[in-house]
């Protein structure tokens, strides 16, 4: 999809960081953009910036189902279809194993995991019967390597490469999969680590 003039992407975390920048991108490059997270004011702002005929939005939490899949049909109803989806939301609580913060291990679970796997199910099935479509994947360095006070996060991102693969092989020949690996950016990522031994490492 190195041509998107006009194709239909929907970004999941989009009202900041990557995704914001994503939407940005896509728009300057002439595609039309459905984006979703939680902070309405955020993304009125964004759309309004990108312009109403090139971006729509709709309010979403990757951990609900039923918003990730209306944030789909959000999409295609105004614009026919969705041509790629960027599974983008994410959060990174990190913190050492004996801290026990159970509750933020459940939290990058449930987004990072769960989340990627809500917008895969929210589009699948549309992007078979139109027989072409992109799912992009974002895992992160710490997909492919882990660190102390990373093992939760780094686990949920090594899943987001194991599904990606997964996918990859069950639609090959119909849709194209791809997974990404950022490195450290200066986003508000960051700002959901509640541990603070963690930050030096930031």
Known sequence: MRDIKDRV???TGASSGFGMVTAKMCV???????LGARRQDRLEELCASLGSQNA???????TNKKEVHDLANHG???????????NNA???????????RTDEWDQMIDVNIKGVLYGIDAVYSHMLERGNG???NVSSVAGKRVMPGSAVYSGTKFAVSAISEGLRMESAGKLQVTCIYPGAFQTELGSSIKDESMLEFL
């Not at 729509?56 to 990757?62: A, E, G, L, N, Q």
């Open 134 to 136: 992109q799912i992009i």
């Open 56 to 62: 729509i939005f709709k309010t979403s939490d990757v």
């Open 90 to 100: 994410g959060v990174m609580p990190l913190s050492l194993l004996e801290k026990g």
């Open 9 to 11: 992407i929907l970004i």
């Open 76 to 86: 295609i109803s105004t614009f026919g279809h969705i041509d790629a989806l960027v």
């Open 28 to 34: 300057d490059l002439g595609a039309k953009v459905i």
